[in-house]
């Protein structure tokens, strides 16, 4: 309960107690006189009402009550006590009660409905003046949409009916589709009339009838949003509109109308589709891109004129047109002048709007008023930089379009016209610049050549297809790597890569052919061009001739190289020459303590006879050792000296090894070694007899010096291709791992203590090695490590029985006749033709002796040889290739004529080799001169017999 109602209520139960206490005192007041004492009741029933009109029921219920209990107890018999005697009494007093009751309710409820009155008129009142507000305020807003219907810029339309037949246009609407103002636009118009003021079409169709959005709307009681239709006016001019149509409901809600509100998107779908072409021309370039430019701006803008100009690097500034539109075509282009022209306002100022009267603004401009030009609108064309590149600007002779936002929209094709502009520039310099870098290449002394980003060549210049005979073709189908050295290719390949890969510049050295076959080193060098992004686009290389550079560099490397080989040579020598001189001291000089001891004891002829004979061996033990030793020292002079000849025949190896056995099997027995001999027959070489049996006998010799008693020798004789390999091995002291290397050295041994031990001054496998060299073969060592013994292995070029000649049989024979044989020889050594000369002439043969092939060849035709003698080693081509040439020479010219070959290569390889190249003989010098004559009777003798 509230504070205020609290208040109320005790105020109307103060006006009932009230009433009761007045009345009360009213009556005690006038009973002495009137007696009023039972006519008590009748007073409190005023009171009564009162408490029941000011208070209401419960008030006049407590009236009642309060009344009856004063009278009860003052008024009625007995009085001043509370029990009620008299049946008649207490009957007054119910009924009093009752009445008092029925009375307050009576009033309270006339009270009530009093009071319901009183609020209802209040109420009552109040909604008048609140009608009268809403009505005003309803006015005031009627009148607001009504100014809104009939100002504002967007299409509205209301259908007052389901079937669209009265539909109220507001001005907007009715200007765009020129109507009178509060026409009648019935949907039933658009149906039946002949020839309607504007027709409806929605992507392509013609709309009629219930098609039409606002009638289908307001049939249908539905909303519909996002519709897009197309307008098209008594004069063919055509709008898009793009709105909503909402239902209309009557009091039943039920439809009865539809309003519609549609805004002309007619701009925006032009400059959409003006975009849409710019886009879809972006893919062209060039003139053709800024032609379809003016067209397109010139249709958006619905002007006679359009330009897109390049501003020229002049002075005064020129503008020449890139493309021109002119009243619906393309023209010519044209140059003019930019002083007094709005043109010139836009390069200095930027895009520049004039709607109305732009020749007032410029009357120096007399072209503008030729054509009578109201309205013009130019942009610039800007680079990245923000610098003028040209210009982009539309005319018309009519005020432009206010509708569009011009400005913005002719800045929009300002940009990419300036892109293009921009590219085609720069296409224009890069032209020049490759102009300026061709004749900056082919004025250079490099090779110049340019690659894509993969290395692919792309371009070359002159001195490059110059200097290697090839054709940018040629090398784009061939490939770089053709004009490389191969041995260098691999090299180049890998330099290359890493600059690929981390985007450096290239450098390297490699040797490239020339067009005559010749390999010169160049320096090739590249830098990478590379995009803003940093990845690499092309490559620009150039490759500098520094051939002489590296021979000098060769030659300073050369000569550091020999001079560090002879300092190194010169302290190896001294030391050897050192440890040698004191091994010489000990060699010679052991062997002659015991001669001089033997020699003094037996001066004394106090010996006994064995004693004698002992002393007598020991001697002749030793004198041999020295013999030995001073005729080691004197072939290492003659090999020192070059001086060792060899006197070279057929050898039988098989009875050499057989003669050297013999000669240290004593020694062998001696020590009780056991000699294990393995020989095959059929092996022949060519060589010296003596020097071959030496080296058998000197590894022999050293296997059985190194070998403890009780051990094994072995050596074996066997063919193998074309070669034949001698192999000793014994169980002896074997050699350190680090000393193989040098176990042919001259002078070198693995330990000195071995000398002390063994004997000997380290020159017997030297001598070995040389002779075995000389005879055209090679000798290796080999061993597990000490006391594992050693194996050696010697290889020789075989020589076949076929290739001996019996000189026997000639020999035995008549004396030998190369009367009326033609020899054609070629020799460069002066003292060589000499003897050819003396010799053919001693045997009668008729003979052309030339010092080159040049002669050689111009003497075969005309002086038809037998037999063909040519020296190997020629200055300018050698035999073999001398040989081949006459070989391919026409059959009756280049017969297969016999034909010998003269070398001082005595090697397998060259015995083959020259087999090979055609010649049937092959004679190592010296020449024996008989051998030779022999050798062209045999020839002469089996070419005739074929």
């Known amino acids: 309960m509230t504070k205020i109602k609290l208040m109320q209520y005790c105020k109307s139960y103060g006006v009932a107690i009230t009433s009761v206490l007045m009345a009360f005192a009213f009556l005690l007041a006038l009973d002495p006189f009137f007696n009023l004492a039972q006519a008590s009741l009748l007073l409190f029933f005023g009171a009564i009402a009162i408490s029941a009109f000011y208070g209401g029921r419960r008030p006049g219920i407590l009236a009642t009550l309060l009344s009856a209990i004063l009278t009860s107890y003052y008024f009625l018999l007995p009085q001043y006590e509370w029990k009620i005697r008299d049946i008649g009494a207490g009957l007054r007093i119910i009924l009093f009660v009752s009445e008092g009751i029925l009375i307050s309710h009576l009033i309270g409820n006339l009270r009530s409905a009093q009071e319901k009155i009183r609020k209802n008129f209040e109420?009552?009142?109040?909604?008048?003046?609140?009608?009268?507000?809403?009505?005003?305020?309803?006015?005031?807003?009627?009148?607001?949409?009504?100014?809104?219907?009939?100002?504002?810029?967007?299409?509205?339309?209301?259908?007052?009916?389901?079937?669209?037949?009265?539909?109220?246009?507001?001005?907007?609407?009715?200007?765009?589709?020129?109507?009178?103002?509060?026409?009648?636009?019935?949907?039933?118009?658009?149906?039946?009339?002949?020839?309607?003021?504007?027709?409806?079409?929605?992507?392509?169709?013609?709309?009629?009838?219930?098609?039409?959005p606002q009638m289908y709307v307001s049939k249908h009681g539905v909303e519909l949003r996002d519709i897009e239709i197309e307008i098209v006016r008594k004069d063919k001019k055509v709008f898009n509109l793009y709105g909503h149509a909402i239902p209309l409901f009557d009091e039943l809600g039920n439809p009865r109308g539809s309003v519609g509100v549609y805004v002309d998107m007619s701009d925006r779908k032009r400059i959409e589709m003006a975009l849409y072409k710019l886009v879809e021309y972006s893919k062209i370039t060039g003139s053709a891109f800024f032609e379809t430019v003016v067209r397109v701006v010139a249709e958006l803008f619905n002007v006679r004129y359009a330009y897109v100009g390049e501003l020229l690097p002049t002075y005064p500034p020129r503008i020449k047109t890139l493309?021109?539109?002119?009243?619906?075509?393309?023209?010519?282009?044209?140059?003019?002048?930019?002083?007094?022209?709005?043109?010139?306002?836009?390069?200095?100022?930027?895009?520049?709007?004039?709607?109305?009267?732009?020749?007032?603004?410029?009357?120096?401009?007399?072209?503008?008023?030729?054509?009578?030009?109201?309205?013009?609108?130019?942009?610039?064309?800007?680079?990245?930089?923000?610098?003028?590149?040209?210009?982009?600007?539309?005319?018309?002779?009519?005020?432009?379009?206010?509708?569009?936002?011009?400005?913005?929209?002719?800045?929009?094709?300002?940009?990419?016209?300036?892109?293009?502009?921009?590219?085609?520039?720069?296409?224009?310099?890069?032209?020049?610049?490759?102009?300026?870098?061709?004749?900056?290449?082919?004025?250079?002394?490099?090779?110049?050549?340019?690659?894509?980003?993969?290395?692919?060549?792309?371009?070359?210049?002159?001195?490059?297809?110059?200097?290697?005979?090839?054709?940018?073709?040629?090398?784009?189908?061939?490939?770089?790597?053709?004009?490389?050295?191969?041995?260098?290719?691999?090299?180049?390949?890998?330099?290359?890569?890493?600059?690929?890969?981390?985007?450096?510049?290239?450098?390297?050295?490699?040797?490239?052919?020339?067009?005559?076959?010749?390999?010169?080193?160049?320096?090739?060098?590249?830098?990478?061009?590379?995009?803003?992004?940093?990845?690499?686009?092309?490559?620009?290389?150039?490759?500098?001739?520094?051939?002489?550079?590296?021979?000098?560099?060769?030659?300073?490397?050369?000569?550091?190289?020999?001079?560090?080989?002879?300092?190194?040579?010169?302290?190896?020598?001294?030391?050897?020459?050192?440890?040698?001189?004191?091994?010489?001291?000990?060699?010679?000089?052991?062997?002659?303590?015991?001669?001089?001891?033997?020699?003094?004891?037996?001066?004394?002829?106090?010996?006994?006879?064995?004693?004698?004979?002992?002393?007598?061996?020991?001697?002749?033990?030793?004198?041999?050792?020295?013999?030995?030793?001073?005729?080691?020292?004197?072939?290492?002079?003659?090999?020192?000296?070059?001086?060792?000849?060899?006197?070279?025949?057929?050898?039988?190896?098989?009875?050499?090894?057989?003669?050297?056995?013999?000669?240290?099997?004593?020694?062998?027995?001696?020590?009780?070694?056991?000699?294990?001999?393995?020989?095959?027959?059929?092996?022949?070489?060519?060589?010296?007899?003596?020097?071959?049996?030496?080296?058998?006998?000197?590894?022999?010799?050293?296997?059985?010096?190194?070998?403890?008693?009780?051990?094994?020798?072995?050596?074996?004789?066997?063919?193998?291709?074309?070669?034949?390999?001698?192999?000793?091995?014994?169980?002896?002291?074997?050699?350190?791992?680090?000393?193989?290397?040098?176990i042919f050295e001259s002078f070198r041994q693995e330990d000195v203590s071995i000398t002390r031990h063994y004997g000997g001054l380290g020159l017997g496998l030297s001598i070995v090695k040389y002779l075995v060299d000389a005879h055209g073969g090679t000798i290796v060592a080999d061993s597990l490590g000490e006391d594992k013994g050693a194996t050696f292995l010697i290889t020789l070029p075989w020589l076949n029985r076929s290739a001996i000649v019996d000189w026997s049989d000639y020999l035995s024979s008549e004396e030998i006749n190369l009367v009326g044989i033609k020899v054609l020889a070629v020799d460069d050594s002066q003292d060589t033709r000499e003897m050819l000369e003396t010799l053919l002439s001693l045997y009668g043969a008729k003979m052309k002796i030339v010092s080159s092939a040049g002669e050689f060849l111009s003497h075969f035709a005309h002086f038809q040889p037998d037999v063909l003698i040519c020296d190997i080693s020629l200055p300018d081509v050698d035999g073999y290739t001398l040989l081949q040439q006459i070989r391919r020479l026409p059959c009756e010219q280049g017969k297969v004529i016999p034909a010998i070959a003269v070398t001082a290569h005595a090697g397998e390889k060259d015995y083959q080799q020259a087999f090979l190249s055609g010649f049937q003989k092959h004679i190592a010098k010296p020449i024996e001169p008989k051998i030779l004559a022999l050798t062209i009777a045999s020839l002469v003798r089996a070419s005739s017999k074929e």
């Open 123 to 212: 109420k009552l009142q109040v909604t008048e003046t609140e009608i009268k507000d809403l009505n005003q305020t309803l006015q005031r807003r009627v009148n607001e949409l009504q100014t809104l219907f009939d100002t504002i810029p967007i299409n509205i339309a209301i259908a007052e009916d389901i079937d669209c037949r009265v539909v109220r246009l507001n001005p907007a609407f009715s200007h765009l589709l020129k109507m009178p103002k509060n026409a009648n636009a019935s949907a039933v118009m658009l149906s039946e009339h002949p020839d309607p003021p504007f027709t409806v079409y929605q992507n392509g169709q013609r709309l009629t009838g219930e098609n039409l």
């Open 323 to 742: 493309a021109a539109w002119i009243n619906g075509q393309l023209s010519d282009n044209i140059e003019y002048d930019l002083c007094g022209t709005p043109c010139e306002q836009v390069i200095k100022q930027g895009t520049c709007l004039y709607r109305r009267q732009v020749s007032n603004f410029f009357p120096d401009d007399t072209l503008l008023q030729e054509l009578g030009i109201e309205s013009y609108l130019g942009t610039p064309l800007k680079n990245a930089q923000g610098e003028v590149l040209g210009i982009l600007n539309v005319l018309h002779d009519e005020p432009l379009d206010e509708s569009l936002n011009p400005e913005a929209l002719l800045e929009i094709f300002a940009g990419k016209t300036a892109a293009e502009l921009q590219r085609e520039q720069a296409i224009a310099e890069l032209r020049n610049s490759e102009e300026r870098y061709r004749y900056l290449v082919e004025s250079i002394p490099q090779l110049v050549w340019t690659a894509d980003s993969q290395g692919k060549v792309m371009d070359v210049n002159q001195r490059w297809s110059e200097f290697t005979g090839l054709t940018l073709v040629q090398v784009q189908t061939q490939g770089w790597e053709t004009v490389v050295h191969p041995e260098d290719i691999t090299t180049l390949n890998r330099k290359w890569i890493i600059a690929q890969e981390n985007a450096t510049n290239y450098q390297a050295e490699g040797r490239m052919r020339r067009n005559d076959g010749v390999y010169r080193w160049h320096l090739h060098q590249a830098v990478p061009l590379k995009n803003n992004r940093g990845k690499i686009i092309k490559w620009f290389g150039t490759a500098t001739d520094i051939e002489n550079a590296k021979q000098l560099e060769q030659q300073r490397l050369q000569l550091l190289e020999q001079e560090r080989t002879v300092r190194e040579k010169a302290e190896r020598a001294n030391r050897i020459k050192d440890e040698f001189l004191s091994i010489l001291s000990h060699e010679l000089r052991s062997p002659l303590n015991p001669i001089l001891g033997w020699t003094q004891l037996l001066q004394t002829k106090k010996l006994e006879e064995q004693q004698v004979e002992e002393a007598l061996a020991v001697i002749e033990r030793n004198v041999k050792l020295q013999t030995q030793l001073i005729d080691d020292l004197l072939d290492m002079a003659k090999i020192l000296r070059g001086k060792i000849t060899l006197n070279m025949t057929p050898v039988d190896l098989s009875s050499t090894i057989k003669a050297a056995i013999e000669v240290v099997r004593m020694a062998a027995e001696r020590k009780n070694i056991s000699l294990k001999v393995n020989l095959s027959n059929n092996c022949y070489i060519k060589g010296d007899q003596g020097r071959i049996q030496q080296i058998i006998w000197n590894l022999l010799s050293n296997a059985i010096k190194f070998t403890p008693e009780g051990g094994k020798v072995m050596i074996n004789l066997e063919q193998v291709n074309q070669q034949v390999q001698i192999t000793v091995t014994d169980t002896g002291k074997g050699i350190d791992p680090e000393f193989l290397p040098h």
